[in-house]
């Protein structure tokens, strides 16, 4: 590859190496992920990434398509050791398909286990090393270790490396280095005489393994080594030099470093993503057949100790991904299906592995205790109705968010759309009213949620939630950030889907000049020169260079630092952000009420409220002087403004601010877009906590029709506004219109039930402020809850 790459600059080369089998780097789903990202980063195309495995085998060859006809080189796929690939020739078959005429492929396999549909292809059969080749290979150990042969023991070796298992590359290696290893301090015509008792790779190895146990100095130290080993064999994925110190409290740091040093140096175990597994799968073999002489128990034996070591980790919240990774996987292998069952559900071990892309392998796991897409879902939502059960503080909710929005996206993955709304709905809420109407995770939630819509071909409700999504990026990051860019591009894809071209375009241009603009201040620089360029702009930010630039570069950073909880270090680069600008735009400027929204924004989470009034107030002055009446900034203000003077009991001052709220989004959207509905409900929640229910009553009615003509009658937002009404008119007296309310609100709740598959998980309405009837109609029960 590196020759290759050499030689032809303008190759593209795309290349996975499988380890031993049944691990991760052999997992089908897993390199089709990683040549795809490959692909999409050559490509500058940006798109969401399914992780179901079906739709990445249906993308791939699409991806291949589109960037070859873009790639002024050749493309060249290499995949080594492609017949140890789980369910190789499903999924690997689009090789075989018509390729584009500037992609080849090169793939490597033993001759014994070649899939047949690869047989017919071109192929170069490597030959066996030649008597030159080993005696080069061999030289260049022992000289390494200063190792002089004679001819008489050269001739040896050339000749004992002749048959098929003793010519490869891999055994000739091991054999000189065994050689190197003891030539200065042993027998060398002693040493020759047992390797060429070794006829195949696999008894050159236990040859090595014999040698590295000789030079120990204590039984100890030899039952350690093979402890290390067997551990190491029957893992998932190999095992960390932390790890091993904790499962064996006698094996110190410094012999654990010695023993690793040999083992290493013998080419049995080597690193990889700082795990320690076998270097080939030869030495794999050899461990198990001279340690646990392929003996079901003894093997089954050293997985519990894994199982036991991982389960005390997760019963102490130690939630790792190492944990998730090994756990099911050890699970699986003792054929235990109840422990299996029981580890799935744990919440954070399927997020974990769903995180990191591992979709197939959780899919699998769930095949085989028996549970089909729909039963799996259902029992999701029971999980999270229990831990939501046991929720409480602020931090412990974000968490849940996070559950539930992992949740939604498997379930979007899975096709199982209409599951998938609501445990994105739930998260959307969560954040909502755990962190702020306005927080860059509550972007996320609408972006996730619109996505599922779009698949769902219901356009009006996706329009609604990216604009949301981007209204909420650009006041958080400002309008040339990627997080902007990435709502724009949803957005043109959803206008382009229905055939708005034209609106798709402008889009399309506005993102690509902020991705331009974002790859450019990366720049193409590289080493000291980059590093340099950092330097120099951390200066500019820290001794005072004032420009506008370096001005939105400290609010990004106060922005992020914010979402990080880090609330002290984020006030200093916000309150220095908007310094800048003050100086340098000056203080009436769009750009200053960004910052004097965010700081805002950040008082208010430090529940200094006070300071928070003052804030919003002067950006809502500056951006009803600059901007537009309808503008998304001016009504991310007043909405913002509006539900602090509201939390701070200044109901009086809350009104006008509601109602320029609905004014706004009917200058936005048009008097019947569900919006309007959402700021209408907020309205009349704010009349019915000052005893205006007269006021409030005519709100609630014609939010009702948008929401039935918008999204039909049977859509949780109508349950939620035919409660709010049901609690209206029962505390007017009006008992037969509030029971008659109540039973149409709780029959779209009913069938919401039936259509996520099980029980209804807890809901507060994502809609606007909200009332909820406890039991009975009682007239107390008032659930406020402050919305979008």
Wanted: hydrophobic share 40%.
């Amino acid at each position: 590859i590196q020759l290759q790459q050499k030689h032809s600059p303008n190759t593209l080369i795309l290349y996975h190496f499988v380890g031993r089998p049944m691990s991760a780097s052999s997992e089908s789903a897993l390199i089709i992920k990683r040549l795809t990202l490959k692909l999409m980063q050559h490509s500058w195309l940006v798109s969401p990434l399914t992780f179901d495995p079906a739709k990445l085998l249906e993308e791939f060859p699409r991806w291949l398509e589109k960037l070859s006809a873009r790639h002024q080189g050749s493309i060249i796929i290499i995949i080594d050791s492609i017949d140890q690939i789980q369910q190789a020739e499903k999924h690997m078959k689009w090789l075989i398909d018509p390729l584009p005429v500037n992609v080849r492929v090169i793939v490597s396999v033993n001759v014994e286990t070649c899939p047949q549909a690869w047989r017919l292809w071109p192929t170069l059969h490597l030959d066996p090393l030649n008597s030159k080749d080993v005696k080069s290979l061999i030289s260049a150990e022992c000289n390494s270790a200063n190792v002089k042969l004679t001819k008489e023991q050269e001739k040896k070796l050339e000749r004992h490396c002749r048959s098929a298992t003793t010519c490869n590359a891999l055994y000739v290696t091991l054999l000189g280095k065994t050689i190197a290893c003891v030539g200065n301090t042993g027998n060398i015509d002693e040493i020759l005489q047992q390797c060429c008792q070794c006829q195949d790779t696999v008894s050159l190895y236990r040859l090595v393994l014999r040698s590295i146990q000789e030079s120990l100095q204590s039984d100890e130290e030899k039952g350690l080594l093979r402890e290390i080993l067997c551990v190491i064999s029957v893992s998932h994925n190999g095992v960390s030099e932390s790890e091993l110190i904790e499962l064996y409290p006698e094996l110190t740091s410094a012999v654990l470093a010695s023993l690793l040093h040999s083992l290493h140096k013998m080419c049995l175990l080597t690193y990889g993503c700082g795990l320690l597994k076998f270097q080939h799968l030869q030495a794999w073999e050899m461990v198990k057949l001279e340690y646990m002489k392929a003996d079901e128990n003894v093997i089954s034996a050293y997985r519990q100790k894994l199982v036991e070591y991982f389960t005390m980790q997760l019963s102490q919240d130690r939630v790792t991904w190492r944990s998730a990774d090994e756990l099911p996987w050890l699970f699986q292998q003792q054929g235990d299906k109840q422990k299996l069952h029981k580890c799935l559900l744990n919440l954070f071990v399927s997020q974990n592995l769903y995180k990191r892309g591992h979709f197939a392998e959780l899919l699998s796991y769930w095949q085989l205790v028996g549970k089909d897409k729909s039963s799996m879902a259902a029992e999701y939502f029971d999980s999270l109705k229990e831990y939501e059960k046991n929720s409480e503080g602020e931090e412990s909710m974000i968490c849940l968010a996070d559950l539930y929005e992992t949740l939604g996206r498997f379930l979007k993955d899975l096709g199982l759309l209409s599951q998938a709304v609501a445990p994105l709905q739930r998260s959307l809420e969560i954040r909502e009213t755990a962190l702020d109407p306005d927080h860059p995770r509550v972007a996320q939630s609408l972006h996730q949620l619109a996505g599922v819509y779009v698949q769902w071909k219901k356009f009006g409700n996706a329009e609604q939630l990216y604009k949301q999504a981007l209204e909420i990026s650009e006041n958080a990051y400002g309008a040339e950030h990627p997080r902007v860019a990435r709502e724009l591009d949803a957005l043109a894809t959803l206008y382009q889907k229905q055939n708005k071209y034209e609106q798709a375009e402008q889009l399309r241009k506005k993102s690509f000049k902020i991705r331009q603009k974002a790859a450019r201040q990366k720049g193409s620089l590289c080493g000291f020169a980059l590093l340099r360029q950092r330097a120099l702009q951390l200066e500019e930010l820290t001794l005072g260079k004032d420009t506008p630039d370096n001005a939105r570069t400290l609010n990004e950073l106060g922005v992020l630092y914010y979402l990080q909880n880090n609330l002290e270090t984020a006030e200093l680069f916000l309150k220095r952000s908007l310094e800048m600008r003050e100086r340098v735009l000056g203080s009436e400027h769009p750009d200053c009420a960004q910052s004097l929204n965010n700081l805002a924004a950040l008082y208010n989470e430090k529940k200094h409220y006070d300071k928070a009034e003052e804030l919003y107030e002067k950006a809502l002055d500056i951006r009803r002087r600059a901007l537009a009446p309808d503008h998304p900034s001016l009504a991310y203000t007043v909405k913002h403004l509006a539900v602090l003077y509201k939390k701070m009991g200044k109901l009086d001052k809350a009104v006008p601010l509601y109602e320029l709220a609905v004014e706004i989004r009917q200058k936005s959207f048009g008097p019947k877009h569900p919006s309007v509905a959402t700021a209408l409900v907020n309205l009349a929640v704010l009349y019915c906590q000052m005893k205006k229910q007269i006021e409030a009553l005519p709100l609630y009615e014609r939010a009702l029709k948008i929401y039935e003509d918008s999204f039909g009658h049977m859509h949780p937002r109508v349950g939620e506004t035919l409660k709010n009404l049901a609690v209206l008119s029962y505390e007017r007296g009006d008992f037969e219109k509030a029971a008659e309310l109540y039973k149409r609100a709780m029959e779209i709740k009913e069938a919401e039930t039936l259509l996520i598959g099980g029980k209804a998980i807890s809901r507060h309405s994502s809609s606007g402020d909200t009332f909820s009837l406890k039991s009975a109609l009682s007239p107390n029960a008032f659930l406020e809850h402050e919305q979008r």
